[in-house]
């Protein structure tokens, strides 16, 4: 399965309230960071079964590779926007950054890989930019990441 299919299969489990598929797609020592409120760590309480974690439903907008990342974006009315990064490896994922209420810019470092899905090439490395102001018109403060 390709990286970007691992991470929207693992969205799909989730809508479904699927834990043991979810699992499935998730290394047993998942590296995590997450920026943002601390409030609204709704994945976290996701993929731990914290009690409030279905208070909210990740539905992902756009979902594009950048070099060996999978970018993830969504949002739910004009005060819940986020962006994941998730890193597959094996088959299952291994990393994963979370932000809630930024915008971001992603910047892939290395040489970019030829057929990567909703990503902008430019100066021979990979660019991915959140489309959150376009579609939440408020403005986000922002971020770049560089991968």
């Known amino acids: 399965m390709a990286f970007k299919e691992v991470v929207e299969s693992l969205y799909e489990a989730l809508s479904r309230d699927d834990a043991a598929a979810a699992a499935a797609l998730m290394a047993?020592?998942?590296?995590?960071w997450f920026h943002g409120p601390r409030r609204c760590q709704y994945m976290r309480r996701l993929l731990t079964g914290e009690a409030g974690h279905r208070d909210f439903r990740f539905r992902p907008r756009r979902v594009a590779e950048v070099g060996g990342w999978v970018v993830a974006e969504g949002w739910e009315g004009k005060h819940a926007y986020w962006v994941h990064a998730w890193v597959v490896e094996g088959g299952v994922i291994t990393r994963f950054r979370e932000y809630f209420n930024t915008a971001v810019t992603v910047q892939e470092l290395r040489p970019a890989e030829a057929g990567m899905d909703s990503v902008a090439r430019g100066?021979?490395?990979?660019v991915w930019q959140s489309e959150a102001r376009a579609h939440l018109g408020r403005s986000l403060?922002?971020?770049v990441l560089a991968i």
């Open 141 to 143: 403060p922002g971020l």
């Open 28 to 32: 047993e020592d998942v590296e995590w």
């Open 123 to 126: 100066g021979g490395s990979a």
